[in-house]
């Protein structure tokens, strides 16, 4: 869980990126629809990023915040259409996942 209030905003600053964009950088996607990190673009790091989405998510959502459960639930959805999108383009490409 969250205890050090200071981890929300690393957090979201960690997923804008691959969940929303920043200023002027659209999200990237595959042309299979798996988002990527311009740095490194390697399934691996969709990977982590969609495992910290999830909990965060989970977290936020679960929170009494108000505003907190849709902004949780968007990072829940995020993540396991890129779990999807992970596990079908085994098929299509030649990958190692781990």
């Known amino acids: 869980m969250l205890t050090n ?3 929300a ?3 979201q600053s960690f ?3 691959w969940v929303c964009g920043t200023t002027g950088i659209p999200v990237q996607y595959t042309p299979y629809g798996r988002s990527w990190n311009i740095n490194d673009g390697s399934m691996g790091t969709t ?3 969609v495992f910290l989405a999830n909990v965060y998510g989970q977290t936020i959502y679960n929170s009494a915040t108000p505003g907190y ?3 949780g639930k968007r990072y829940v959805c ?3 259409s890129q779990v999807l999108v992970c596990l079908s383009a085994v098929d299509h490409l030649w990958c ?3």
């Open 5 to 7: 209030p200071c981890d």
């Open 9 to 11: 905003p690393q957090t």
């Open 15 to 17: 997923m804008k990126p």
């Open 47 to 49: 990977a982590n990023a």
């Open 69 to 71: 459960p849709d902004k």
């Open 78 to 80: 995020w993540a396991r």
């Open 96 to 98: 190692q996942v781990g």
